[in-house]
């Protein structure tokens, strides 16, 4: 098997994404090497069931928009994940394709359909604040 035939399989880059790319060049902390590795570790699987092939066999291109779409849904609604984790899982995955996309000019344009996978926004906390009245006798109280 040639080079160029080994980078169309989705685990030639998964190895090299997660063992060279992450800890070495990008340097990130171990747990979120931790983190892109899960992120992987629970969606292969569905990709691999949803596909129909075997881990071994999966193409780059049966990482399609859908099927990460499917994975980041089921997080929410299956493993009932904030919307945050879900954006953060989301990350990996788009990490893992901008990293393929410049290593991998054939896989251009399966990048940016990946990458057009929009991140969800998360609810934001309300800013709390005390009135004149509650500062004012905060204020007065004894040290």
């Not at 609604?77 to 410049?102: G, M, P």
């Not at 990946?114 to 109280?141: C, G, H």
Request: hydrophobic share 35%.
């Amino acid at each position: 098997m040639d080079k160029n035939e080994k980078t169309m399989y989705v685990g030639f880059w998964v190895r090299r994404f997660l063992c060279e790319y992450i800890p070495t060049v990008r340097n990130l902390s171990p747990n979120t090497q931790k983190s892109y590795r899960d992120t992987l570790r629970m969606l292969l699987p569905q990709v691999e069931e949803e596909a129909r092939k075997k881990l071994e066999v999966l193409m780059v291109t049966d990482l399609t928009d859908s099927r990460i779409l499917s994975f980041l849904s089921s997080l929410e609604n299956e493993r009932n994940c904030s919307v945050a984790t879900r954006n953060q899982r989301f990350a990996a995955i788009y990490a893992l394709a901008k990293y393929i996309s410049i290593n991998s000019p054939e896989h251009v344009e399966w990048c940016r359909t990946i990458r057009n996978v929009p991140m969800k926004k998360a609810p934001r906390r309300q800013i709390t604040y005390l009135e004149k009245s509650e500062m004012d006798a905060l204020l007065a109280a004894p040290d």
